[in-house]
């Protein structure tokens, strides 16, 4: 079994920027692809950011140029470096690693 950890949500201002970090068990994992999805209240969960074990990334259009991102496998740690925030971000956040491992999830509010 594989745990992954959350940590860096929080509440933020319009334009402001936070970093979301997720930590897996075992090193075993390391090169799995992985990603972040995040679900809004009444919405459905979405994916919006992927990245293979070598570091190829895809996003979904709505964060596309605004979120990064990145992993490093020396730490078994995944990141989400989230730009120019809007209201419409505020979710919560969750990190996956394919197959199917699932972090706890982490609040991001985007609120003035």
């Known amino acids: 079994q594989v745990q992954l950890v959350e940590s860096g949500g929080g509440l933020v201002q319009p334009g402001g920027s936070l970093r979301l970090s997720c930590a897996a068990s075992?090193?075993?994992?390391?090169?799995?692809?992985a990603g972040w999805y995040r679900q809004a209240p009444g919405k459905q969960r979405e994916l919006i950011a992927t990245?293979?074990?070598?570091?190829?990334?895809n996003y979904q259009d709505s964060v596309k140029g605004r979120f990064t991102i990145s992993r490093d496998n020396t730490k078994r740690t995944m990141f989400l470096q989230m730009n120019s925030l809007k209201p419409e971000d505020t979710a919560v956040y969750y990190c996956?690693?394919?197959?199917?491992?699932w972090g706890q999830g982490t609040q991001v509010t985007v609120s003035s």
């Open positions: 996956k690693l394919f197959p199917n491992f």
């Open positions: 075992r090193s075993s994992v390391s090169f799995n692809t």
């Open positions: 990245i293979t074990g070598g570091g190829s990334t």
